[in-house]
Antibody, heavy 115, light 111 residues
């Protein structure tokens, strides 16, 4: 099983980024996928999830209305479109699979929001 | 402020046992068994240790065990080893409004 995140980087406040997570080694289309983030020196925080068939999405209150999760089961990839970024969104973003148990994790991609 | 309460740090000598508590409410830990524990070494991705409160994935050492009583879940590491030095996070399903809540993490130090 492998989850590989990409798309992180330095962005100014108010800017946008799109994260990707490429999955392999498991039946991607059978699994809920999630994004979890970790600010520097802080703990883990759940961000968003998407159902296996893409019909249901949920968000933490802190990102609702600014972030959009999506997936392409043909490409075994989940995405996180992040708009109106704030300095407090600075974190390593991990993707993970599962419903209420997160079985596998990617290595994370760092998003830095700073002017 | 995290929704689940964990001790900030726990330390012990090699070979000893430690227990990390994770206290929530009747809306999260107290209402179901959807509690999981994750280990995270510095700069690394989290790793699943325990799921559904007490179950251990086959690849995880039997030195890791867990329990749950009421609104509190607990993780026990027996026969502490140097490689167990890491951060440990509990996580619970929090219901349809909150969805998922984490503890702030517990730093385990092997003396």
């Amino acid at each position: 099983v492998q989850l590989v995140e990409s798309g992180g980087g330095l962005v100014q406040p108010g800017g946008s980024l799109r994260l990707s997570c490429a999955a392999s080694g498991f039946a991607f289309s059978d699994y809920w996928m999630h994004w979890v983030r970790q600010a520097p020196g802080k703990g883990l925080v759940w961000v968003s999830r998407i159902k296996s068939d893409g019909t249901t999405t949920n968000y933490a209150d802190s990102v609702k209305g600014r972030f959009t999760i999506s997936r392409d089961n043909a490409k075994n990839t989940v995405y996180l479109q992040m708009n109106s970024l704030r300095t407090e969104d600075t974190a390593v973003y991990f993707c993970t699979n599962g419903d209420s148990t997160w079985w596998n994790w990617g290595q994370g991609t760092l998003v830095t929001v700073s002017s | 402020q995290s929704a689940l309460t964990q001790p900030a740090s726990v330390s012990a000598s090699p070979g000893q046992s430690i227990t990390i508590s994770c206290t929530g409410t009747s809306s999260d830990i107290g209402s179901h068994n959807l509690v999981s524990w994750y280990q995270q070494h510095p700069g690394k991705a989290p790793k699943l240790l325990i799921y559904e409160a007490i179950k251990r994935p086959s690849a995880i050492s039997s030195r890791f065990s867990a329990s749950k009583s009421g609104n509190t879940a607990s993780l026990t590491i027996s026969g502490l080893q140097a490689e167990d030095e890491a951060d440990y996070y509990c996580c619970s399903y929090g219901g349809v409004n909150t969805l998922y809540v984490f503890g702030a993490g517990t730093r385990v130090t092997v003396l």
